[in-house]
């Protein structure tokens, strides 16, 4: 079943704005990621955050964690046309060989310049 | 220098025909997956390979059958497509150490059943 689900399913704004994006999920996890997935490509790793963090940086990127309400954020500051993609969240419910991530539907984030 | 490359990148064929769709990574990685991205850009995963064993086979029909033939090589080969076979297929490769599980994505290959 699906494990993420973003929300909103499609974003709009204006470059130098800033973008949050938000991924709530079911069952305990052991990490959840954020990927970018730009028009015709493959996806690309953005950030990961272990289930005992609460926050994490990356560049322009920030993401918070909250497992008592089983949620997420992607917070993109400043942001570019460039950074117009669809985002997905991602969870990770143990390590080992056998872990495998659950995507959610992702959302559309249109940058306009 | 790709990372994960997929061949090919556009695959156009008619129902019930056979076809295959390979991987291959550069990095080192030990495990391997197959996702299926359909129209609403939902990703799921097929398939996933540790050292060339299969350890994840989610609910995928038996026309579909994945071969390791090395750490570096996932194929997936479709028996007797079907219209509902048309999607986007991304392999995908990882460490499986403790703390590696971020996923490196191929660019994908775009099958279309007529």
């Known amino acids: 079943s699906q494990q993420g689900e973003e929300d909103p399913q499609a974003l709009s704004i204006q470059e130098g704005e800033n973008a949050t994006m938000n991924c709530s999920y079911k069952?305990?996890?052991?990490?959840l990621q954020w990927y970018r997935q730009n028009s015709g490509r493959g996806l690309v790793h953005l950030i990961l955050?272990?289930?005992?963090?609460r926050e994490k940086h990356s560049g322009r990127l920030r993401v918070t964690l909250d497992t008592s309400k089983k949620s997420s954020s992607l917070l993109i500051t400043a942001s570019r046309a460039a950074d117009t993609a669809s985002y997905f969240c991602?969870?990770?419910?143990?390590?080992?060989?056998?872990?495998?991530?659950?995507f959610g539907k992702g959302i559309t984030l249109s940058v306009r310049p | 220098d790709t990372a994960v490359s997929q061949t090919p990148k556009y695959l156009v064929t008619q129902m019930g025909n056979d076809k295959s769709i390979k991987c291959e990574q550069n990095l080192g990685h030990d495990t391997m997956y197959w996702y299926k991205q359909d129209s609403k850009k939902f990703l799921k995963i097929m398939f996933s390979y540790n050292n060339k064993e299969l350890i994840i086979n989610e609910t995928v029909p038996n026309r579909f059958s994945p071969k390791s033939p090395d750490k570096a090589h996932l194929n997936l080969h479709i028996n007797s497509l079907e219209l509902g076979d048309s999607a986007v297929y991304f392999c995908?490769?990882?460490?499986?150490?403790?703390?590696?599980?971020?996923?490196?994505f191929g660019p994908g290959t775009r099958l279309l059943v007529l």
């Open positions: 995908a490769s990882s460490s499986r150490g403790v703390l590696q599980e971020t996923q490196y």
């Open positions: 991602a969870t990770g419910g143990s390590t080992g060989a056998n872990s495998k991530l659950t």
């Open positions: 955050i272990r289930s005992n963090e």
């Open positions: 069952t305990s996890i052991n990490n």
